[in-house]
C-alpha cells in the first residue's frame, strides 16, 4: 500500500467536516453501516495516514513498538493518542488508574507484554520435595521421642549389664511398651530368638527402637507381637501364650494354680469370646483390621490394671466362663466333651424347637470344629450360647439369619417365617397357652423391624432395629417369646438400672448367682450327708 499517495488524496479534506455527532449504542447495533462509516473516516483523516506510515516504517526498521501502539520515531512523537472521531468534551471520562498498590497494578506490572513470544517467560517449574508417606517397616520415630526413650532403656537396663530375665522384664513391659503385663513372656521371645533366657539392652534397642516398634500404635504393636512372623493375621494358637501367662499371674486367678485343667479351659473359652465378636470373617484369621475395629485392646488393658477379673466383662470374666462351662458339662450326659441334637434340645429347660436344633446341627450358621459326624464340640458349643442369650450384638444376628434363610438368597420370607413359627404354635397350644395366629405375628414383626419393604427381611433391618433378637425368640424359643408378650417388669427395671450391660452380661450374672447357689446347697446337703454317716458308724461300734 502506497501511504504517501493515501496522504495525498486525503489531505484536502477538512478533520472538522469529517467530524460526526455522538451517537448511542442503540444506533450502532440498529445501523451497523454506521460503524463502518465512522471507520472509514477516520482511516481519511490525515493524522491516521501519518501514523499508519510512522508503524510501518518503525516495523519495517526493526523499532519496537509499545504496548499502546506509539511509534518511537519523530513523525510520532508528537502524537501519543489515535485521532478523536469527537468533539472535545463529548468524549466520557476514563476509568481511574490503577494505584501502585493495587492488586491489579501489581497483576499487570507483573505480567508479560502481550507482543512477547509466551515461550520466552515461561519459567521453570519450582520442584518440590514430596516427603515420605510409606515405610515398609513403619515409621521411624521423631530424633526427641527416640532420646526420650533410650534414656528410659538405659535407666531400666542400668546395674544389668548381661541382660535381664524373664521375671525381670515385667517392668519394661508396663513402663516403657506401655502394653499389658501379661505380655511380657511374648515380648521376651520375640527378642531372645536364641532362648538364651537373658535380654541385653542392645538386642531390645534393636527390637523397639531400630524396629519402629516405637512409633507404632497399640494395635499395631499387639498384632505384630503376636503373629507368626510369615503371617498377616492371628489365630487361635496366638493368643494361648499371653493368656496362659495372665492365668499365672493375675491375682484373680489365682484359685486355679491347683487345677491345671481348668487353667487350660479358661484361656480356651477367652479365646473363642474373641473370635466370636472381633473375627467378623469367621474364617479363624483375625487381621489386623478386625483388631483395631474391636474393643480387645482396652479389655486387655483394663485386665491388667484390675485385680477383680470378674469386672472384666469383656472376654476375661471367670464367672463368664464358669456359666459356660456348667451349662455344656450339664448338657454333656456322658462326659465325652460332646453335644448331640438330644442333649441340645434339653438348653434352656427345652425352650428351643426341634426345627431350629436341626438348622444348627446342619451346621448352616458355623462348621462345626468338633471333627464327629453329628456332634458339637465345645468351641462350636460357646459360639451358639453366645449368639442364643445375646441376641441384640451382630454376631448373634448373623448366626441366626443363616438358621431362618433355607433357600440362603440373603432375605427372610413370610414363608420361611412360618415355617419355624408353626412349632412354636403348636407348643403353645400344647401348654394350655393362648396361641397367637401367624398373622398377628407377621404384622407384629414388620411394626417391630419397620423393613424397607414389608413383603421380606434383610440381614441390614435386623441390624438396624435394636428389637430385632426378639424377632428370633418368636420363631423358635418358647421360654423367651412368652417373657417377651408378658413384658416382665423385673427385666425391665434391671435394663434401665444399667443400660451399659449387655443381654449377656445379665444372663451371665443371673446364672452364676444360681449355680453358685446350687452349690452350696450341694455342699451342705454333702456336710449333712457326711456327718449323718459319720454319726451312724459311731453308733454301730458302739
Avoid at 513470544?117 to 519450582?126: A, F, G, I, Q
Avoid at 548381661?162 to 511380657?184: A, N, R, Y
Avoid at 440373603?410 to 414363608?415: A, I
Avoid at 433391618?461 to 418368636?474: E, M, Q
Wanted: overall charge negative.
Amino acid at each position: 500500500m502506497d501511504i504517501d499517495a493515501v496522504v495525498g488524496d486525503v489531505g484536502s479534506f477538512d478533520p472538522e467536516l469529517l467530524q460526526l455527532p455522538e451517537l448511542s449504542p442503540f444506533a450502532l447495533k440498529a445501523s451497523p453501516q454506521i460503524a463502518e462509516d465512522l471507520y472509514a473516516q477516520w482511516l481519511s483523516l490525515p493524522q491516521t495516514g501519518r501514523l499508519v506510515k510512522s508503524l510501518i516504517d518503525d516495523a519495517t526498521a526493526g523499532i519496537p513498538i509499545n504496548a499502546l501502539g506509539n511509534s518511537s520515531s519523530a513523525n510520532a512523537a508528537g502524537s501519543n493518542s489515535l485521532p478523536s472521531m469527537f468533539q472535545a468534551g463529548s468524549t466520557p471520562p476514563l476509568s481511574p488508574r490503577s494505584s501502585p498498590g493495587s492488586p491489579r497494578f501489581s497483576k499487570l506490572k507483573t505480567s508479560p507484554s502481550s507482543l512477547r513470544s509466551p515461550l520466552k517467560v515461561v519459567s521453570e517449574p519450582v520442584r518440590e520435595a514430596i516427603p515420605q508417606f510409606y515405610f515398609q517397616n513403619g515409621r521411624p520415630p521423631p530424633k526427641e521421642l527416640q532420646e526420650h526413650c533410650l534414656s528410659r532403656i538405659n535407666d531400666l537396663f542400668g546395674g544389668h549389664m548381661d541382660g535381664l530375665q524373664l521375671h525381670e522384664f515385667k517392668l519394661v513391659t508396663k513402663e516403657l511398651c506401655k502394653l499389658p503385663t501379661f505380655f511380657s513372656s511374648a515380648i521376651f521371645k520375640k527378642i531372645d530368638t536364641s532362648c538364651s533366657g537373658i535380654v541385653t539392652r542392645d538386642a531390645f534397642v534393636r527390637y523397639w527402637v531400630d524396629g519402629n516398634m516405637l512409633t507404632m500404635d497399640t494395635a499395631t504393636q499387639i498384632f505384630k507381637i503376636l503373629k507368626q512372623s510369615d503371617s498377616n493375621y492371628l489365630t487361635q494358637v496366638d493368643f494361648k501364650p499371653i493368656l496362659l501367662e495372665l492365668v499365672a499371674t493375675h491375682p484373680g486367678l489365682e484359685f486355679l494354680h491347683g487345677t491345671p485343667e481348668f487353667q487350660e479351659r479358661y484361656a480356651e473359652t477367652v479365646i473363642y469370646r474373641i473370635f466370636y465378636y472381633i473375627n467378623r470373617s469367621g474364617n479363624g484369621r483375625l487381621t489386623l483390621r478386625e483388631l483395631k475395629r474391636g474393643n480387645l485392646i482396652a479389655a486387655m488393658q483394663h485386665a491388667d490394671e484390675e485385680e477383680d477379673i470378674n469386672k472384666v466383662l469383656r472376654y476375661f470374666s471367670y464367672e463368664h466362663f464358669y456359666v459356660i462351662y456348667c451349662k455344656f458339662w450339664e448338657l454333656d450326659t456322658d462326659h465325652d466333651f460332646l453335644i448331640d441334637k438330644e442333649n441340645l434340645i434339653r438348653y434352656g429347660n427345652h425352650a428351643l424347637t426341634y426345627r431350629i436344633v436341626d438348622r444348627v446341627f446342619s451346621q448352616i450358621p458355623r462348621k462345626f470344629t468338633s471333627k464327629v459326624e453329628g456332634k458339637m464340640g465345645y468351641e462350636d458349643f460357646v459360639y451358639f450360647m453366645l449368639s442364643e442369650e445375646d441376641k441384640s450384638c451382630e454376631p448373634s444376628l448373623e448366626y441366626w439369619f443363616k438358621c431362618i434363610d433355607l433357600d440362603g438368597n440373603g432375605v427372610l420370607t413370610p414363608n420361611e417365617l412360618q415355617f419355624f413359627y408353626e412349632e412354636q404354635l403348636h407348643r403353645m397350644e400344647c401348654m394350655a397357652q393362648e396361641p397367637v395366629l401367624f398373622e398377628d405375628i407377621l404384622c407384629q414383626i414388620v411394626d417391630m423391624i419397620a423393613p424397607e419393604r414389608e413383603d421380606y427381611l434383610t440381614l441390614a433391618d435386623l441390624k438396624g432395629c435394636k428389637l430385632s433378637g426378639n424377632v428370633f425368640n418368636i420363631l423358635f424359643n418358647l421360654n423367651k417369646f412368652i417373657a417377651f408378650e408378658s413384658r416382665d417388669p423385673f427385666l425391665i427395671r434391671q435394663e434401665r438400672e444399667d443400660p451399659t450391660l449387655t443381654e449377656w452380661d445379665r444372663f451371665a450374672h443371673r446364672e452364676y448367682i444360681r449355680l453358685s447357689m446350687e452349690e452350696d446347697v450341694q455342699e451342705v446337703a454333702y456336710e449333712i450327708a457326711s456327718d449323718a454317716s459319720s454319726k451312724l458308724l459311731i453308733f454301730n461300734e458302739e
